[in-house]
T-cell receptor
């Protein structure tokens, strides 16, 4: 049974049109991460939540926002997607930040 | 200097070969270390955690050298199914506790 679920698996959006990606977890983990992964590159951390505390990476563009309304759900909002935002977006959870992370299957975003 | 560095490869090895990957990390406060495997267009999956004493899981052996700040992964008797990207993951530690990925090492096992 999937423990970290991302929806949708594939998302096509228009240039400049806001899009929201979702992630849910059944593990009750307190840390949730959003990573962006482009082709042949490592996953790049955008931000993470430690419980309700939001931690933004210094180089994450303002175009990317996140919400975590409760323990189980976390959303990634891209306010005005550009062509350069096309990537795989990976959600992960962990219990504390010193333990292994469990990943969802990712959402592959295409911007047209 | 990158926080977590790996040789991107590719490592092209024949079936049955032994192959080793190294990874260096910059933050001496890091406490946790992992190797993940990622297949093409799939999500990363935990291969093994890395403990100070070193650990082994079948054909896979992971070791940690805190003094030199590197971790290693050894794969013995390589199988075709081992072909994937191997990602070194380190928790940053300190006040900013998060998981940081290396760039990954691509392994191609050939018949």
């Amino acid at each position: 049974d999937a423990m970290v679920i991302q929806n949708p698996r594939y998302q096509v959006t228009q240039f400049g049109k806001p899009v929201t990606l979702s992630c849910s977890q059944t593990l009750n983990h307190n840390v949730m991460y959003w990573y962006q992964q482009k082709s042949s590159q490592a996953p790049k951390l955008l931000f993470h939540y430690y419980d309700k505390d939001f931690n933004n990476e210094a180089d994450t563009p303002d175009n990317f926002q996140s919400r975590r309304p409760n323990t189980s759900f976390c959303f990634l909002d891209i306010r005005s997607p550009g062509l350069g935002d096309a990537a795989m977006y990976l959600c992960a959870t962990s219990q504390g930040a010193s333990t292994e992370a469990f990943f969802g299957q990712g959402t592959r975003l295409t911007v047209v | 200097r990158k926080e977590v560095e790996q040789d991107p490869g590719p490592f092209n090895v024949p079936e049955g070969a032994t192959v080793a990957f190294n990874c260096t990390y910059s933050n001496s406060a890091s406490q946790s270390f992992f190797w993940y495997r990622q297949d093409c267009r799939k999500e990363p999956k935990l291969l093994m955690s890395v403990y100070s004493s070193g650990n082994e899981d079948g054909r896979f052996t992971a070791q940690l050298n805190r003094a030199s700040q590197y971790i290693s992964l050894l794969i013995r008797d390589s199988k075709l199914s081992d072909s994937a990207t191997y990602l070194c993951v380190v928790n940053k530690g300190g006040a900013t506790n998060k998981l940081i990925f290396g760039t990954g090492t691509l392994l191609a096992v050939q018949p």
